[in-house]
């Protein structure tokens, strides 16, 4: 998502567990051994920007529990989140996830190759549409970002959106659901011959309750899709889908292929939050993003033939909770910094706005705090009040993070992601195995 990044200043070096991975030619990558047993379905969520901290931050949240908490998870492993260039960006740490490779941050699906060019990398979707299989992907985040692009395109700088709208276009994805209606780039995604268009979730819940097997697209939002917490305010609480809701609807299109599917659901919207540093959006995102796993394992329970991968590209903001913790003043809060910060800077009171939406009463120094450091002044704010810890205070946003994520898996093929602090990489290596060697 955006792409400011730490350089890598506190890496755990004593773990040699780093998969040392060479680029022949052909960058399709491989792994050693035989391959694990091999499930019909795979379904993967990616949660942007989320760690340990994070996760722990949207159980207190949510009274002591998360939708993740619902799944037998069968491995438990957590990653080594590293590009090529120290700490990952997005578009290095999800290439990773999709193709097994290591790459350059800002880097989509592609990696660098001996001769200073560049080489594109198969994707675990591509893999599946090659078997025959549906593909689908989702985000919350708008539909070209670097999380979803790369499992569907190849590029040397994420921000061209236009070429990764072009190149999903081309991919014949059966499920393609995210923001971004109104981004000029989505446009060659747009008025394709036989795909089906949703404006609406009354939209999306008739075409899957008529049956729909898909091509069908649905963009939402002129950017990325709503926070949770701004939805009432910015009047799409019935417009927009919510993860679980579209989580929900991709796997009744997909499961109607007899080959199976391969299914990507992005959690987007926890990075944005971490960007911000703004602990309420966060936790009310996570809270999302592990009802939409909950909602896939609900689907899957009683079959044996689908794998749920459950990770992260990086973490975000360098988030620490505390036991003291405010959670109840986190609950409290019913709109992001982002929207008071919108409000704020079109002329509201600071006072008037952070009394309404955080029902706190700002001091004099808290005031001239919003004055001076902007939106991130009131992050500053409600992390002292709230008792949250960030890597940054200011004017400067949330950064990316070296901290280990997890990995989690449930079905056949699972105990690929077992283990500590592994290479990101051989999350994208197992997936391709798992789809179909």
Known sequence: M???????????????????LSLPPAVAATRAGPAPSQPKNVIV????GMGPEEIELGRRMNGGSLGIDAVPWQAKGTL????LEGTTDSAAGATALASGVETNNGWVGTVPTAGG?????????????????????ISDSYITDATPAAFAAHVTDRGETDVIAGQMADRNIEFLFGGGLRQGSVGPLLRRPGVSYVKTTAEMNRYVAGGGAGPVYGFFGSWNMAFNLDRDDEGVTNKQPTLPQMTT???STLSKDPDGFFLMVEGGLVDWA??????????SEMIESAAAVRAAYAWAKNRTDTLIVFTADHETGGLALRNTTNIAALQRQTATTEYMWGLISGGASIANTLRTYTKIEPTAAEIRTVQRCGEHGISDVLAARWKLTWGQTCTDEGDHTPTFVP???WGPGSGGFAGTGYANERVGQNLLDLVGA
């Open 2 to 20: 955006r792409t400011r990044v730490l350089p890598l200043a506190a890496v755990v070096a004593t773990l040699g567990l780093v998969v040392a």
């Open 249 to 251: 609807a991709a796997l």
């Open 80 to 83: 080594n989140t590293d590009s």
């Open 117 to 137: 060019g560049s080489a594109d990398a198969e994707t675990a979707l591509e893999r599946a549409e090659t078997r025959g299989k549906a593909t689908g992907l």
């Open 274 to 283: 971490g960007h911000a540093r703004d602990g309420a959006s966060l936790g």
């Open 407 to 409: 990995a989690w898996a």
């Open 45 to 48: 969520f990616i949660v942007d």
